[in-house]
């Protein structure tokens, strides 16, 4: 049996085309079932949904031979034990500084204040912030970061942003781009050895679906 760890949303929906062109295919929508594993056309193959933030930890632990998740994840979770081997360019956005409109960033920044961050990201915070020399206070939340500094609890927030909708309707300017993310195909080191010709099969399809076709 080959377990895949996915999360639901935008990572399912995108990982779709590449598994099929391994040629499988997931019986059931994640939206509308109850169930956490889901079978696909191939008795040895089977889907389990976890948390985002839980795909490395199924992953590395072997609840699951390989996952999808994004460069942030593999970031805050460290990548111990992980085999990545194709970053799969899906679920694309990027990992940026945000500051209340009107805040200024560049100023505080210039002056060598501390600054409060707000972010649920805080490793990739701590080394952006160390690498630049600036002075912050880290405070970790688990969501709706975006709240933070409408409130005073921080100056600044690190979050992902996407087409920037959520930073404009929430009266929040992106000051720093800190990386661009992407998701990555993760594989269990063990499993790779033991299992290699079925995983071998799903990392080949995966790389040729990726690869654009060249002209002629
Ligand atoms: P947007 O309004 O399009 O900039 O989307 C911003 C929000 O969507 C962020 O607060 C994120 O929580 C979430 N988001 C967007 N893209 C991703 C992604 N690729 N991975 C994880 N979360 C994302």
Partial sequence: MITLALSKGRIFDETLPLLKAAGIEVLDDPETTRKLILATNLPDVRVVLVRASDVPTYVQYGGADLGITGRDTLLEHGSQGLYQPLDLQIAKCRMSVAVREGFDYAGAVRQGSRLRVATKFVSIAREFFASKGVHVDLIKLYGSMELAPLTGLADAIVDVVSTGNTLKANHLVEVERIMDIS??????????????????????????????????
């Fill in 183 to 216: 998701s990555r195909l993760v594989v269990n080191q063990a499993a790779l050895k033991l299992k290699q010709q079925p995983i071998r099969h799903i990392i080949d399809a995966f790389a040729a679906a990726l690869t654009p076709p060249t002209s002629v």
